[in-house]
Nanobody
């Protein structure tokens, strides 16, 4: 059974930091990476960051230099988010890259003063 359990979200002020965690049954393979996605209110879910075989990372343009994706072992993926902006407010999800049809519940990140 697929497991995607996100945690670590919260309410922060602009400029502050958060670290999201994802415990998953999935692993990085030669075919699939692991990644983070987000969905802001009224918008479609979008790609944020991924990590692939060989620890190669890829980021959306909007978060380059502020967010860092990393792995701890085979099944825990983190997203360190610095210099948060109000436009980063969203529900954040982890999933394979490309994603499975199944999604976890996500974790809410709210950036507001």
């Amino acid at each position: 059974q697929v497991q995607l359990v996100e945690s670590g979200g919260g309410l922060v002020q602009p400029g502050e930091s958060l670290r999201l965690s994802c415990d998953t049954s999935e692993s990085v393979t030669s075919t699939y990476g692991l990644g983070w996605y987000r969905q802001a209110p009224g918008k479609q879910r979008e790609f944020v960051a991924s990590i692939a075989s060989g620890r190669k990372t890829h980021y959306a343009d909007s978060i380059i230099g502020r967010f860092t994706i990393s792995l701890d072992g085979a099944n825990t993926v983190y997203l360190a988010m610095n210099s948060l902006k109000p436009e980063d407010t969203a529900v954040y999800y982890c999933n394979r890259v490309p994603p499975l049809a199944f999604w976890g519940q996500g974790t809410q990140v709210t950036v507001s003063s």
